[in-house]
C-alpha cells in the first residue's frame, strides 16, 4: 500500500487528535508516503499552531522520506476543473489532482475534509478513513 496525505491527515501524525493512531498506523504500513508540494506549507503551519515548534521539527526531519508531487501547469489546470466539478477549495483540488496522478489500486487517500473525501471516492479513489463522521 502506498498513502498520499493532505495536510488534515498528515498533521494528526503530529499532533494527538481524533484519527492520529490510525494515520501513525497507516504510515507505518505503508511502502510509500506521498503529498504535494503545497503539503509542506500547509503542514508546517498547522502543526506549529497546535502543537508548537518540537513537532514542526520532527515533520521537518520526516520530509525527505515523502514522495513529492509537484505543482506544475499540467497539476493545476487538473485541480481546475476538479474545483468546479466537485466544488473543492483551490488546495483540496491541488491535492486531489496529485493524488490522481498517483493512481493505483494500492493507493490510500488520507484525508479528514469531508468534500476532499467525498471528492476522491467519487473520482474512484481508496480513502483514509472509510467515512468519516
Request: net charge negative.
Amino acid at each position: 500500500m502506498n498513502v498520499y496525505l493532505d495536510a488534515s491527515a498528515l498533521v494528526k501524525r503530529y499532533v494527538a487528535e481524533s484519527g492520529s493512531e490510525a494515520v501513525r498506523q497507516t504510515m507505518q504500513d505503508a511502502r510509500g508516503w506521498f503529498t504535494c508540494r503545497i503539503g509542506f506549507v500547509e503542514t508546517v503551519r498547522a502543526i506549529a499552531l497546535a502543537a508548537g515548534e518540537s513537532a514542526t521539527r520532527l515533520m521537518r526531519s520526516e520530509w525527505p522520506a515523502f514522495g513529492i508531487v509537484e505543482v506544475d501547469q499540467t497539476l493545476v489546470e487538473h485541480a481546475a476543473a476538479l474545483a468546479a466539478a466537485r466544488d473543492l477549495r483551490s488546495l483540496d483540488a491541488l491535492h486531489l489532482a496529485a493524488a490522481l496522478l498517483l493512481r493505483s489500486d494500492d493507493l490510500v487517500l488520507a484525508t479528514w475534509d469531508r468534500r476532499l473525501h467525498a471528492a476522491a471516492q467519487g473520482e474512484g479513489l481508496n480513502v483514509l478513513p472509510e467515512a468519516l463522521a
